[in-house]
């Protein structure tokens, strides 16, 4: 049974989303992480840019696949987690501490929209 | 004795029908449409022996005409040391299939390996990969890295000044993956930096140029890299690797990406191919670079070892997300290359293209001082001028005329481009393989045509 944390949102692609004041943390879950398997290298997103919902925003690499990240809400790009350039393994030592990048600002009505934790626990049980 | 190409007799066949339960060939292609099969035998002619193909291409092989080459346009006459020939041949070598099993292909690795410190030390890049199919192959990979560096871009810029068979290549690709390939006008025979800054927007990606260019002149890429980056865009410069001897490299230019051919390096002119691509890249862009890339390790008892490595970007791994469709190299070829630098050095590679930049300019020299030629702009080149002829006949006439003395004068440019604007074009290339005396043939013969 993959760990589900109460306090966050999750996307149906397997990203959950923190926030704090006017920033939006996004990493992936446990499930995804656990799925990857040892991850060997994460693609951190350009700061500075917009994305979109729903849109392809960097790569992750295990020793299994290379899989899209899926940006669950819209909005900048104000920092990517740069401890991840080099220690990769941090994801799967703890995904829920250890977050990809950060937005703001983010798109609160689309954060509304997301799975909280019951959801997405039942969301889980259905794959 | 004589005997068919085709191993299998009629009782093999019985016996592998029988063991998989058919009673017939046309049984076992039974599931294939009445349509698909052939109603006739095939009409080509009936098969021949080994000695009757020996002769017919023997036949066919003594009509061609042999001359002293001052060929070039992308392929070169360079002098090549008999090793290369000798240890690529190696059986190890020319059977060794993909290298996929590390602990069964050290030799190989290390082979691939070599190759790729050597384009990195020439090129001045951080990381090559284990080659390409050829130098155009090489300029729509870099495209590709372009394309999937910038978000929401899809053009990429090409000096017209590039080889034509790469912009060809590139323009195909570009058809296929939906991508823009704008050309960058030249000006006097090399890039116009003035167009090229009318050019850039946020749509492109990046800019690919050539030098020694499609007229065997040196570019000026002075300020490129910084304007490009400062659009998010990429730069890729495509160079002849022995020209990297005397010439500013990639690197030194501030290019992401260097690419080329590395025919110049050891592999021999064969009618035009194959060759051998090379593409090299900064640290920033080495999850980007396409194929193989082999890397050196340690086993478990920490020896030096060799293995493939980075190749999430190949499409077994990233599938339709894949921004590469390269899944193999071109490892004899590039073997070639390598025992070809291993063989010369550092100082021979140096000295094969300062001869090559000295006979080159003697003989430019002298047809300058001919009437009814022109070398039309005053830029520098390495090995290859563009010779350009006041007329049409002119030219035709020195070309049959040299030609009559065992001398192919060069290349014209409309050939490969198909351009009545570069009619009147004949690329000259002079690689150190030509001796005084041929310099001096071809000159008289060019004063005898054009006086």
Redesign the interface.
């Known amino acids: 049974m993959s760990k589900i944390v109460e306090s966050l949102r999750y996307s149906k692609d397997h990203e959950w989303v923190r926030i704090e004041g006017d920033r939006a943390f996004v990493g992936i879950s446990d499930h995804a992480q656990s799925e990857l398997g040892e991850i060997v290298y994460v693609e951190l997103p350009p700061t500075g840019e917009r994305y979109e919902q729903g849109e392809e925003i960097s790569t992750v690499e295990s020793v299994k696949a290379a899989s899209p990240i899926i940006n669950p809400i819209a909005g900048v790009v104000v920092e990517a987690n740069e401890e991840l350039d080099g220690s990769p393994e941090l994801i799967n030592e703890d995904c829920y501490k250890n977050h990809l990048y950060v937005l703001s600002p983010f798109d609160q009505e689309q954060y509304d929209g997301l799975l909280d934790a019951d959801q997405y626990k039942e969301f889980l049980a259905t794959l | 004795m004589i005997y068919p190409y085709i191993p299998h007799t009629n009782e093999d066949r019985r016996a592998m029908l029988e063991a998989i339960g058919v009673k017939s060939i046309d049984e076992l292609f039974s599931v294939m449409g009445e349509d698909l099969l052939l109603e006739d035998s095939v009409p080509i002619s009936h098969g021949r022996t080994e000695d009757e193909v020996q002769r017919m291409i023997d036949s066919i092989a003594q009509r061609n005409v042999r001359g002293i080459p001052f060929l070039g346009a992308g392929c070169y006459d360079h002098i090549v040391p008999s090793t290369v020939k000798a240890l690529s041949s190696l059986p190890s070598f020319v059977t060794a299939y993909t290298p996929y099993q590390a602990e069964m292909s050290q030799g190989l690795l290390q082979a691939i390996y070599e190759f790729q410190s050597m384009i990195c030390e020439i090129t001045g890049m951080d990381v090559s990969n284990a080659s390409l199919y050829d130098g155009a192959n090489a300029a729509v990979e870099a495209a590709g890295i372009m394309i999937a560096s910038k ?1 929401k871009a899809n053009t990429v810029l090409v000096s017209s000044t590039i080889h034509p068979f790469a912009l060809r290549v590139l323009n195909t690709w570009a058809a296929g993956a939906d991508h823009v390939i704008s050309v960058v006008p030249a000006k006097e025979g090399t890039i116009d930096l003035e167009s090229l800054e009318g050019m850039l927007d946020d749509s492109v990606a990046g800019l690919i140029v050539q030098t020694p260019n499609r007229y065997g002149l040196l570019e000026d890429y002075t300020g490129i890299a910084d304007r490009l980056h400062e659009q ?1 865009s990429l730069f890729a410069i495509m160079a002849d690797p022995l020209s990297l001897a005397l010439q500013r490299t990639p690197a030194e230019w501030g290019a992401d990406i260097a690419i080329g051919d590395t025919q110049a390096l050891g592999l021999p002119l064969a009618f035009g191919g194959p060759s051998c691509g090379y593409i090299a890249v900064t640290t920033a862009l080495m ?1 980007r670079i396409p194929g193989r890339v082999v890397g050196a390790t340690v086993d478990k008892e920490g020896r030096r070892g060799y293995t493939l490595t980075l190749q ?1 970007r190949e499409q077994h ?2 599938r339709e ?1 894949a921004t590469s469709n390269i899944c193999s190299n071109q490892a004899l070829a590039a073997l070639m290359t390598t025992i070809h630098l291993s063989s010369l050095g550092w100082d021979g590679m140096v000295e094969a293209a300062k001869q090559s930049y000295a006979k080159a300019h003697y003989l430019a020299y002298h047809l300058a001082q001919l009437p009814g030629v022109t070398l039309v702009w005053d830029k520098p080149f390495w090995c290859e001028f563009p010779l350009i002829f006041s007329d049409a006949k002119r030219m035709r006439k020195f070309l049959q005329e040299l030609r009559n003395e065992g001398i192919f004068a060069g290349v014209r440019l409309s050939s490969l481009t198909r351009k009545a604007s570069d009619e009147l074009v004949l690329l000259v290339a002079v690689t150190e393989k030509r001796s005084r005396e041929e310099l001096e043939i071809y000159l008289a013969a060019a004063r005898r045509v054009l006086k």
């Open positions: 978000r998010k999850r999430a791994i990233k997300r």
